[in-house]
Nanobody, 118 residues
Framework: QVQLVESGGGLVQPGGSLRLSCQASGSIFSIISMGWYRQAPGKQRELVAS??????TNYADSVKGRFAISRDNAKAVDLQMNSLKPEDSDIYYC?????????????WGQGTQVTVSS
């Protein structure tokens, strides 16, 4: 099992910045990627950014050039969000993918609210 704890959400004005952090614990040795997803009420959860254990990154088109994901070590991932827009307002969820015995398992944090508003 993997447990994820997020921090760093909040209220920010348009054009501002926020940094989200996620700390993993438990069976972290088999995590193959970590990332951030977001979800608005009534909508599907969508990928924001992810990073593999080898350092490969993937971003949603809507955040390219504004957001940057990084891993400090095998169990922590940060998302630096710059030039925030009102449409970035959502609940953000940390995700970890763990590979074990031929299968990939998804683990989720509890979510942190990001609100971009003047």
């Amino acid at each position: 099992q993997v447990q994820l704890v997020e921090s760093g959400g909040g209220l920010v004005q348009p054009g501002g910045s926020l940094r989200l952090s996620c700390q993993a614990s438990g069976s972290i040795f088999s995590i193959i990627s970590m990332g951030w997803y977001r979800q608005a009420p009534g909508k599907q959860r969508e990928l924001v950014a992810s990073i593999t254990s080898g350092g490969f990154t993937n971003y949603a088109d809507s955040v390219k050039g504004r957001f940057a994901i990084s891993r400090d070590n095998a169990k922590a991932v940060d998302l630096q969000m710059n030039s925030l827009k009102p449409e970035d307002s959502d609940i953000y969820y940390c995700n970890a993918k763990r590979y074990r015995l031929g299968q990939t398992y998804d683990y989720w944090g509890q979510g942190t609210q990001v609100t971009v508003s003047s």
